[in-house]
C-alpha cells in the first residue's frame, strides 16, 4: 500500500497581484525613430499653454491712430449720418480737445501723445482727425450715448496716466455729440463745441 506521502507533490503557480493603478506609458529601449518619438512626447504632453500678454504689453505694441484727411472724416460723417437717418443706427462723435497750458509740451508733442492713446483705446472701424491745431474729432458708428461716455473715460485716463512727464503734458477736455436722426451731424458737434468752450470758460 503506498503512501500518500510518497506521491510527489504537485506545486502551484504563485498567484498573479495585479495592480489598480495604471501603467505609465513607456517608449521601448530599441524604439530609435526620433520623428516619431517627438509625436508621442508632444500628445502625451498635450498642447502648449498659451501665456495671456498683460494689457498694458497690448497697448504698447498697438500705434498710434491713423488720422483721415478733413475730406475722408467729413464722408465717413456724412455715411454714418445716412445710415442713422435710414436705419436708426446709432453714431457718436467726440470732441478731444487737448488743454494746453503755459509750461506744458508744444501742441504737436500733445498732439502725437493723444493720437497713441486714442490708438490704444478706439475700434479698427473708428475714425479721427485733427480739426483744429488743439482739437481731435472722433467718429463712433455703432456707438451710443453710453459706449461714448466710457470710450471717453477711457482715454482721459490713459492721457494723464501715459508716461512719467504728467506735470508737463497738459490735460484734455472731452464732448460727446450724439446727432439726431436725420439732421446735420455738424449741428451736434457745433453746439458739443459750444458746451465744451463755455466748460474751459472760454467765449462761445
Not at 500678454?53 to 504698447?60: E, G, K, L, N, P
Not at 493723444?114 to 482727425?129: F, I, Q, S
Amino acid at each position: 500500500m503506498t503512501d500518500a506521502r510518497d506521491e510527489p507533490t504537485q506545486s502551484s503557480p504563485p498567484s498573479v497581484v495585479r495592480s489598480r493603478r495604471p501603467r505609465k506609458f513607456v517608449l521601448p529601449d530599441h524604439h530609435h525613430e526620433e520623428a516619431v518619438v517627438e509625436r508621442i512626447e508632444a500628445f502625451l504632453e498635450g498642447p502648449p499653454v498659451r501665456r495671456r500678454r498683460s494689457r498694458s504689453q497690448r497697448y504698447h505694441r498697438r500705434p498710434p491712430i491713423a488720422l483721415a484727411t478733413d475730406e475722408e472724416w467729413t464722408a465717413s460723417l456724412r455715411y454714418e449720418a445716412a445710415r442713422s437717418a435710414r436705419y436708426g443706427r446709432s453714431m457718436a462723435v467726440l470732441l478731444v480737445e487737448l488743454a494746453i497750458e503755459d509750461g506744458t509740451a508744444g501742441p504737436d508733442g500733445l498732439a502725437l501723445r493723444l493720437t497713441e492713446v486714442l490708438g490704444r483705446e478706439v475700434r479698427e472701424t473708428d475714425r479721427a482727425v485733427r480739426d483744429r491745431l488743439d482739437r481731435f474729432l472722433v467718429l463712433l458708428p455703432e456707438t451710443g450715448e453710453d459706449e461714448a461716455a466710457h470710450l471717453a473715460s477711457r482715454i482721459e485716463r490713459g492721457y494723464r496716466g501715459h508716461g512719467d512727464d504728467a506735470l508737463a503734458a497738459g490735460d484734455v477736455r472731452i464732448e460727446i455729440a450724439i446727432p439726431r436722426r436725420g439732421a446735420d451731424p455738424f449741428e451736434a458737434i457745433d453746439q458739443a463745441g459750444r458746451r465744451l468752450a463755455e466748460s474751459a470758460g472760454y467765449p462761445s
